[in-house]
């Protein structure tokens, strides 16, 4: 059975053997190219073209200034951000000074400087895959702003603002965490039976759902008397909302609105979930 995952393996496995030939490595470093776990690129909880950013990135296959000059022999080199080095993969994304500045606000200097002394891209991404979550993924979301950042000033719009990088970097990360959150498998909790109210009193009970992808949500509510009959009901969607809390809040607030529309001066709030 043919498939492109085969073919790659080969052609891999071939560019390292005629490698260690042409230039003479030992066997061990062949070995370690093998190693390299790919895999953990590609199982990366975000974006599919983060995820093709740091394959390309431990490829060194970026559009960098000294690459495009292996390839154009006359290109210029000079980095297009601080306009005072040559631009390889080590300035643009450790040494660059904005760049600096912008691991420093995240609060990630050790990590860049236990970067700064490895020799491969290669070498760059494995160890930054070693790194615990949420750091991984704040690196990786630093390293792929930064470029989008880098290709815009390239193209002749604005200077980059470090401020902007470091806001973008952080909505990324909080994205992240909403969207790991939300994909938390699902433990059988035992709930508690409804109570009713006391005879006279009625109790609405809420809840609310959130969709971290798109920040979207939905609603529902019941208002219900001391015998369990429904007195009320009612349900919508969310177009843009914050987090889990803010649907759940706006589900509390559209079925208490809905009850004082009807003449329910008085009822008792009851949430069916455990966030409030």
């Not at 960098?64 to 643009?92: M, Q, S, Y």
């Not at 970067?115 to 750091?135: C, N, W």
Request: charged residues 25%.
């Amino acid at each position: 059975m043919y498939s492109v995952k085969s073919a790659y393996h080969v052609l891999e496995d071939q560019r390292e053997r005629s490698a260690k030939k042409q230039v003479g490595d030992s066997s061990s470093g062949a070995v370690h190219q093998r190693n390299f776990e790919w895999d953990k690129i590609w199982s990366l909880q975000c974006i599919p073209k983060v995820k093709l950013f740091i394959w390309r990135l431990a490829h060194n296959s970026l559009p960098l200034k000294i690459n495009i000059k292996r390839r154009v022999p006359d290109a210029e080199t000079l980095c297009p951000v601080c306009k005072r080095f040559d631009e390889n993969g080590g300035h643009c994304f450790l040494k660059c000074r904005p760049m600096k500045l912008c691991w420093r606000i995240l609060c990630l200097e050790d990590i860049r400087l236990s970067l700064i002394q490895l020799v491969s891209a290669r070498d760059v991404v494995q160890t930054i895959l070693k790194l615990e979550d949420d750091r991984r993924m704040e690196v990786f979301f630093l390293l792929w702003v930064w470029w989008y950042a880098r290709n815009k000033v390239k193209s002749g719009e604005e200077v980059i603002r470090v401020e902007e990088v470091v806001h973008k970097v952080k909505l990324l990360v909080y994205d992240y965490a909403s969207m790991r959150k939300d994909k938390r498998p699902h433990v059988n909790v035992q709930r508690n039976k409804w109570v009713p109210p006391v005879d006279g009193r009625l109790k609405l009970n809420f809840d609310g759902a959130f969709r971290a992808a798109n920040k979207s949500g939905c609603y529902g509510f019941l208002v219900r008397d001391h015998l369990g009959c429904a007195v009320l009901a009612g349900a919508g969607c969310l177009e843009h909302v914050h987090d889990a809390v803010a649907a759940e809040a706006e589900a509390c607030l559209a079925g208490l609105q809905a009850a004082f529309s009807h003449g329910i001066n008085s009822v008792q709030v009851e949430t069916d979930s455990s966030i409030l």
